[in-house]
T-cell receptor, first 111, second 112 residues
Framework: RKEVEQDPGPFNVPEGATVAFNCTYS??????FFWYRQDCRKEPKLLMS???SGNEDGRFTAQLNRASQYISLLIRDSKLSDSATYLC????????????FGKGTHLIIQP | NAGVTQTPKFQVLKTGQSMTLQCAQD?????MSWYRQDPGMGLRLIHY???????DQGEVPNGYNVSRSTTEDFPLRLLSAAPSQTSVYFC???????????FGPGTRLTVT
């Protein structure tokens, strides 16, 4: 079983719609969770951390379900500029790195 | 601050050649790491360092060497390039224990 699994997409979504992605992780000892955004041929950049109580940053909402070991990202009122690949990242406790990246979900916002 | 810089941006090597990918950061971050990203794969950790003089292997270290003589620099050496090392290489850094990791712009390497 892959450590961090994501639907690769692509998700084709009209501008202004709401879109949600999920990600599942296999290591129950994982302690930190993140969503990174990667534009085509660019480096990944942190979009937001994911906290147990759920958190929101503008149009973006992240949720964590530890019992089911999944993380979600919701984008409301999607913009053309939201088109990118969204990487789910999980960090296990201990060790110097411990970051495990999902393969990413490709989102295309259509005008 | 320039952040994390990588050189070169693009490189083509022949099988068996060696080269060094350069990475530097000016944020005084203790932690630095190298990843490779292949189509259909997530980023995979090659080597990492928690400070000057300290390095350790990641998930896919074979064929690569690193050193960390200063806080700022973390070069990645390919000893004898193979076509399987064709990939995009990202260097990253962060403050030890911090949540956010900063990535460089990447080096696109092709081995023929």
């Amino acid at each position: 079983r892959k450590e961090v699994e994501q639907d690769p997409g692509p998700f084709n979504v009209p501008e202004g719609a709401t879109v949600a992605f999920n990600c599942t992780y296999s290591n129950s000892a994982s302690q930190s969770f993140f969503w990174y955004r990667q534009d085509c041929r660019k480096e990944p950049k942190l979009l937001m951390s994911v906290y147990s109580s759920g958190n929101e940053d503008g149009r973006f909402t992240a949720q964590l379900n530890r019992a089911s070991q999944y993380i979600s990202l919701l984008i409301r009122d999607s913009k053309l500029s939201d088109s990118a690949t969204y990487l789910c990242v999980v960090k296990a406790g201990g060790g110097a790195d411990g970051l495990t990246f999902g393969k990413g979900t490709h989102l295309i916002i259509q005008p | 601050n320039a952040g994390v810089t990588q050189t070169p941006k693009f490189q083509v090597l022949k099988t068996g050649q060696s080269m060094t990918l350069q990475c530097a950061q000016d944020m005084n971050h203790e932690y630095m790491s190298w990843y490779r990203q292949d189509p259909g794969m997530g980023l995979r950790l090659i080597h990492y360092s928690v400070g000057a003089g300290i390095t350790d292997q990641g998930e896919v270290p074979n064929g690569y060497n690193v050193s960390r003589s200063t806080t700022e620099d973390f070069p990645l050496r390919l000893l004898s390039a193979a076509p399987s090392q064709t990939s995009v290489y990202f260097c990253a850094s962060r403050i030890q224990g911090a949540r956010e990791q900063y990535f460089g712009p990447g080096t696109r390497l092709t081995v023929t």
